[in-house]
């Protein structure tokens, strides 16, 4: 089989960053899992385009600018116990709202994807009848995006 479904994905944040933005970096963090997350957005980096226009040849000349590395967002069940929503919660606007947080996304096949970024939202969404009340948490990805296999 060439693919995974998202059944099994977790995903985890520490406080702090590792001592180095790799995998030994990265795995020597001792991570809490986020529960009851229901959805993790596409993230990844993505270069801005720079052009040059010069009036000889009159064509746009493209080259690769700074790279974003984005951000994700995820969406949830609302639980106020559970201790990965609250280093979300202190994040945003907590004893943490500052800190650079470690995150590690473990995909059903054991890869690993593991970066550092910021809390910048910890929504609540009450929703409407015959719905849980949920929350989203947007994070401003800060480092390159280390793959683990």
Do not use: C, W
């Not at 116990?81 to 919660?89: P, R």
């Amino acid at each position: 089989m060439s693919f995974i479904t998202s059944t099994g994905t977790l995903i985890a944040v520490v406080v702090g960053e590792p001592a180095t933005l790799d995998q030994a970096g990265f795995s020597a963090l001792t991570y809490v899992n986020a529960g009851e997350v229901t959805n993790i957005s596409e993230y990844g980096a993505t270069a801005q385009v720079v052009t040059h226009e010069p009036l000889a040849t009159g064509v746009t000349q493209k080259a690769k600018g700074f790279i974003n590395n984005g951000s994700v967002t995820l969406q949830m069940a609302r639980d106020s116990a559970d201790a990965g929503q609250l280093i979300f919660a202190a994040g945003v606007t907590g004893l943490n709202k500052n800190a650079e947080h470690s995150f590690r996304v473990t995909y059903q096949d054991g890869s690993i994807d593991y970066f550092t970024g910021k809390i910048f939202s910890y929504t609540k969404n009450p929703a409407g009848a015959n719905s849980v009340v949920g929350s989203s948490v947007q994070i401003e990805i800060n480092s390159n995006i280390v793959e683990v296999v």
